[in-house]
């Protein structure tokens, strides 16, 4: 599976960007979608993830302010962000995971650069 992140930019804080991850190579529906993130001088750390059936769960940090999507068909997943604040300023990474009996798959998006300024 090959995962392009887009949609990241330079926003003022309290704007909105809506980054999405698009696979070719293999179908979405049977990977759970995550994003992470990693500001500068930072450990990279979850955002959000979506399971093949569509549930979703957030970090703290960004819980009612992000939105997490995926649309299946078009091997899209998405990720709404509203509200943004100088401290969500990062590289954004969407990864997929699957695990087929004891074998794990794992990929990795290139990342896209959110930057919001104060």
């Known amino acids: 599976v090959q995962l392009q992140a887009s949609g990241g930019g330079l926003v003022q804080s309290g704007g909105s960007l809506r980054l999405s991850c698009l696979a070719s190579?293999?179908?979405?529906?049977?990977?759970?979608i995550r994003w992470f993130r990693q500001a500068p001088g930072k450990e990279r750390e979850g955002v959000a993830c979506?399971?093949?059936?569509?549930?979703?769960e957030y970090a703290d940090s960004v819980k009612g302010r992000f939105i997490m999507s995926r649309d299946n068909a078009r091997d899209t997943v998405s990720l709404q962000m509203n509200s943004l604040k100088p401290e969500d300023t990062a590289v954004y990474y969407c990864?997929?995971?699957?695990?087929?009996?004891?074998?794990?798959?794992?990929?990795w998006g290139q990342g896209t650069l959110v930057t919001v300024s104060s």
């Open positions: 990864n997929a995971a699957t695990k087929l009996g004891p074998a794990l798959y794992d990929y």
């Open positions: 190579g293999s179908a979405l529906d049977l990977y759970a």
């Open positions: 979506i399971s093949f059936d569509h549930h979703t």
